[in-house]
């Protein structure tokens, strides 16, 4: 399951990997009334990011890491998003997200980490072989877990190469 | 309850307060590991102040509002912090958290919003006439306590002379 928090839209996407493969399970946008409460607002990304994650049972989740932002009002306000979104994923048990530069998505998505937001969706589309349109926050919530699942299947290959070539050696 | 919430140290007072009166009820401080997962460090914060508020029943709880901060990466770990206590306080029933600015609670404590931490420590030990040490942490949010419980109380004796003087003129 890939996440991308934010105060006012939250995108998340489930795929489903075996490493060679992966396929759409599903998507969507959680988006925050905003004139509402901030803990109203926060409180929504908590419950409904985790009835997601427990009801698809997820195993694992990433984000995007943060690097630089507008100011230090709005890194605030994200910061509280991200914090609600991080809960809910520990306390749905899934555990610990993994965290990914916004180049490095773009570049297991697109393959250059400079591509742009509809060219991401688009590749989203066409990885997961789903004809949909998918909203910006969602596709990138779904380039997320292509991301993470390309990580994990590229380490499982490289520690089964390192475990044959230990075999090998001994 | 007030709740001071920070990426390494979430200090937290209750008190019971029936507007002339505030009495000292527990506080304390969650010290969060620094080398742990951050998904990790946050659900402490949730899962403490849930567990804190839910035991002594808190009706009302306070946090201090963030105008600056040094840093944009330091925003949005103390957002991220932020967002942890807001869900918790929300999860645990006692609903949205009332927001006051430092000035505003060191004006409602030591009497002049240019007060320091030591101050601030030393009045709320006064005010709640308990002769502890609190921690600074600790006292932040007792200091956001009184200074919610005397806002609610103003505005409750604003409130029945609102309504007297409505009274005297039908």
Redesign the interface.
């Known amino acids: 399951m890939g996440v991308d928090p934010g105060s006012r839209f939250t995108g998340w996407g489930i795929i489903r990997s075996d490493g060679a493969e992966s396929r759409y399970v599903a998507s969507g946008c959680i988006a925050l009334p905003p004139r509402r409460?901030?803990?109203?607002r926060?409180?929504r990304i908590?419950k409904e990011l985790g009835e997601i994650a427990r009801c698809h049972r997820v195993e694992e989740a990433a984000l995007e890491t943060?690097f630089?932002?507008r100011?230090?009002?709005s890194?605030?306000?994200?910061?509280?998003?991200?914090?609600?979104a991080?809960?809910a994923?520990?306390?749905a048990g899934v555990?610990?997200?993994a965290e990914y530069s916004p180049r490095r998505v773009k570049q297991a998505v697109c393959g250059y980490g400079g591509a742009g937001k509809e060219q991401v969706a688009l590749m989203v589309a066409r990885l997961l072989d789903h004809d949909s349109d998918f909203g910006e926050d969602e596709a990138d919530g779904l380039a997320l877990s292509i991301c993470h699942a390309h990580h994990l299947s590229v380490a499982r290959l490289a520690a089964r190469a390192r475990e044959a070539s230990g075999e090998a050696v001994s």
Chains 1, 2 share one sequence.
């Open positions: 409460p901030m803990g109203e926060l409180t908590y943060v630089v932002h100011n230090v009002q890194a605030l306000k994200l910061g509280q998003a991200r914090g609600a991080l809960c994923l520990v306390m555990g610990e997200a």
